[in-house]
Each structure stands twice: as structure tokens, then as C-alpha cells.
């Protein structure tokens, strides 16, 4: 049998032999399906057939020639996961913009056209670089003479150029129509950094009551260790004026009494 388990692939004939020895009396449920569609009988994944597409750009596959990676699917990598994660490392900030991730649906070729850097409708963002630099790449020639595009470095430079012109216009406008809005009575209620700064002063305020608290305890548990080492000579001198009143009292009355006999 060698390594490989042919067992399964026997399930049908198995079971066709303990119906016709009658050693079955009826047959299971999926014996009709797998005889209709029975399973494959190549234990070998066939070679893929490979497609040229000029337009799209695909790293060189690498060729698995060991036995024991015959069944390893195959890596599936494309140009534009490289020039995502070269944008997105120089500007980690952009992932925390709030984005909905059902507006890509891998057709935006369909419907933008990236020979503009920006889209009607569509919010610049990350993508919208990667996919121009993905266009530049593949149609932009910088001499018109010469057949060969821009390269990834150029490319990427234009792009990121474009993104931030286009990013600049946009907060630009944003805040002049604040202004706007404000000047005719708008109220948008305190700015992001505002807020952040009361909070802040909020947690300072906390932080300065609880430091008072620990400086309290801290001075109570000084004069503490203070008043116990002093303590022992402070009690002997109660204690002596306490013996010398009970002594007085004593001789006070003994003369009391001899006053009386007289």
C-alpha cells in the first residue's frame, strides 16, 4: 500500500460486495451519490496550467520538486500586496482612518479610472495610491519615445505626490466650510482635541487627590515611628507624677486622722 491510504477509494466497492453477498440488507445513504459521482481515483494534483496575462503582474511561483510537498497548495501572491505594505509602513497612521470595507470588491477597474488620481465618489485613501501606482506602472511612459513604463520607485514617488495634494485639498475645504458653518451659527460642539485636553485635566485632578492622600499617609506613618520610640520615657513620666499625687494624698489623710484623735 506504500504511503499513501487507497482504502477510501474502495468504500463503493466495498459496499457494492456486502449488498450482493447479502451480508447488507439495504443499502447506505450515500452509496447513490457516490455512484452517480464517484470519487477520483489520481492521488496526484496535476500540474496548473498557466495563464499569461500581460496586464496583471504576478511573482514567479516557486516549484515544489520534493515528494512531501506534492498536496501544499501553492502561494498565491500578487503586485499589489507588495506596494500595500510599502505605503501603508511609511504611513501607519492612514490604517486608523475609518473605512468601509465593503466598498472594494476587487472589480474597481470596472468602475475608476486610474489615470486620474482621484475618483468621483470614491474617499482618497491607501488604495487609491496603490492603485494609481499600480496604472503608472503598467501605461505611464516617461519618454514618450521609449517603450518601456515608470518604474516602481517613480511610481510610487507620483503617486504619494498626488495623494498628498489631493488629502491637503481636502482638509482645506473641510475646514473652510467649518468656518462657514460656524459663522452662520453653526455649533459642532468641542474638537477632538479639546475633548482629549479635559479628560486629561480630568485624570490630573484625580491624580492630585490621591498624591495628597499618599503624602498624608506618609507623614502619619513618620510621626508614627517617631512617637514609638519616645513613647517608653514618655510613659515613666506620667507614671511618676501619678505615684507622688497618691503619696501626698496618702500623707494628707494620715494627718486627718491625727487631727481627729486629738
Known sequence: MGRHDLRPVRVHDTATLLMKTKRSSAPPPWYKAMTEYPPTQALVRPQPVSHTNHNVRLRPQRKYKKPSKMFMPQPITYME?????EFFGDHPWELA?????????????????????????????????????MWLMEHERPDPKKPTTMKKAAAYDKARKEFYDLRH???????????????????FGKSAQEVGMQLEGEQFEKFKIWAREQVTL????????????????????????????EGVEAALSELAVDNDEQ
Open 97 to 133: 482612518r475609518p473605512r468601509i470595507l465593503l466598498e472594494n470588491d476587487g472589480k474597481d477597474y470596472q468602475r475608476w479610472d486610474w489615470s486620474k488620481p482621484s475618483q468621483p465618489g470614491r474617499p482618497v485613501d491607501g488604495e487609491s495610491v496603490v492603485q494609481r501606482q
Open 169 to 187: 485639498f481636502d482638509e482645506i475645504e473641510t475646514r473652510i466650510a467649518k468656518e462657514e458653518a460656524q459663522s452662520y451659527g453653526a455649533d
Open 81 to 85: 500586496d507588495k506596494l500595500r505594505q
Open 218 to 245: 506618609v507623614e502619619q506613618s513618620r510621626s508614627a515611628a517617631y512617637t514609638g520610640f519616645a513613647s517608653p520615657t514618655k510613659n515613666k513620666e506620667e507614671v511618676e507624677p501619678k505615684q507622688e499625687s
